[in-house]
């Protein structure tokens, strides 16, 4: 990689796990990029639903993973490759990247820079921005995930639970393009505008329409398939509008406690990054009008306000802006 003289960079950076209070701005070193690795002039970071529980340790207790301190939060972002190490090849300085990488050693994308191993990196499709790219990369493989979990077929009817959240809006749209009539369950007037505008066949409330007389309307012999990017009480209640046999598919982390259903296949998943997924995602958002729908931007130091502003009501994505 081509030396850089700059040596260290802005960063949001915790001392300690814990509340809000831990996000501030500091100056740490730019991360040394391995041989595998890219480093990443960062141009957007997305900010997930998770990351407050990131934040309070909750990721370190799950996988007995102890950072070392100060810790840079992020788990995906976009921008221009400016290094890469002695065995990466796909990519080179001036490329335009989004990423994927959980509990990064190496420092997260709430920073300047970043580095990461370039088989969690891909190159951002022609039709989107970098800022749409930054927020996207954890949900829409999430979303992808799942549908192929879901083994969508031209025509099936989907329920998507959720579905003006980061996850939700993306796999409308994605499910669109494999075929699938996608009924969404959606939060909010700007919800419901939102899944008119992405193109879902049909789109209610799910906080005050009836899901049941919704789904009988769209699917009166019962819905194919459901992925619920949100739990509680109203997303187990929603499986009861399957039919006999549907296939129903929820990332881990969600609120959901599926009663025993025989009648119906249910799979949680992860959302973990593949080289074949990356390349599976991009072709479809690039065979056409894509929408990675960012209702707030935020500056770098205004992290802290981010978390709070991600627990309350919002649809699409948030973006910190380095």
């Known amino acids: 990689m081509k030396l850089m003289t700059k040596t260290k960079m802005k960063a949001i950076a915790i001392e300690h796990f814990g509340g809000i209070e831990t ?47 100060p810790y840079i939060l992020g788990t995906d972002g976009a921008g221009e490759v400016v290094g890469t190490g002695n065995l990466v090849k796909k990519f080179k300085e001036g490329d335009r990247v989004y990423g994927f990488s959980l509990m990064n050693p190496k420092g997260g994308f709430y920073a300047e820079y970043t580095a990461i191993n370039a088989e969690n990196a891909a190159f951002i499709p022609e039709n989107l921005s970098t800022e749409q790219a930054g927020v996207m990369p954890v949900d829409a493989i999430t979303a992808l995930q799942g549908l192929e979990i879901l083994a969508i077929k031209p025509e099936e009817s989907l329920m998507i639970f959720g579905a003006s959240g980061g996850i939700g809006h993306l796999a409308v749209q994605l499910a669109k393009r494999m075929g699938a009539r996608v009924l969404a369950i959606a939060s909010g007037d700007d919800g419901i505008e939102l899944m008119n505008k992405i193109g879902a066949d049909a789109a209610i409330d799910g906080r005050k329409d009836d899901i049941k007389k919704a789904a009988h309307d769209f699917a009166p012999n019962g819905i194919d398939t459901a992925l619920l990017t949100s739990g509680g009480d109203e997303a187990d209640k929603a499986l009861n509008i399957l039919h006999d046999g549907g296939r129903v598919a929820y990332p881990n982390g969600v609120e959901l406690e599926p009663k025993d259903r025989p009648n119906l296949r249910i799979d949680s998943f992860d959302g973990l990054p593949s080289q074949q997924l990356f390349e599976k995602l991009n072709r479809l958002i690039e065979s056409g009008p894509f929408i990675v729908h960012i209702s707030r931007k935020f500056p770098l130091e205004k992290a802290a306000e981010a978390h709070r502003a991600i627990l309350e009501h919002h649809i699409g994505k948030f973006a910190l802006i380095p």
Do not use: H
């Open 23 to 69: 996000l501030a701005v500091q100056d740490v070193l730019i991360p040394d990029v391995g041989p595998e690795d890219i480093l990443i002039n960062v141009k957007s970071a997305g900010v997930g639903v998770w990351d407050p529980f990131e934040r309070e340790g909750g990721f370190s207790k799950v996988f007995g993973f102890e950072p070392e301190f």
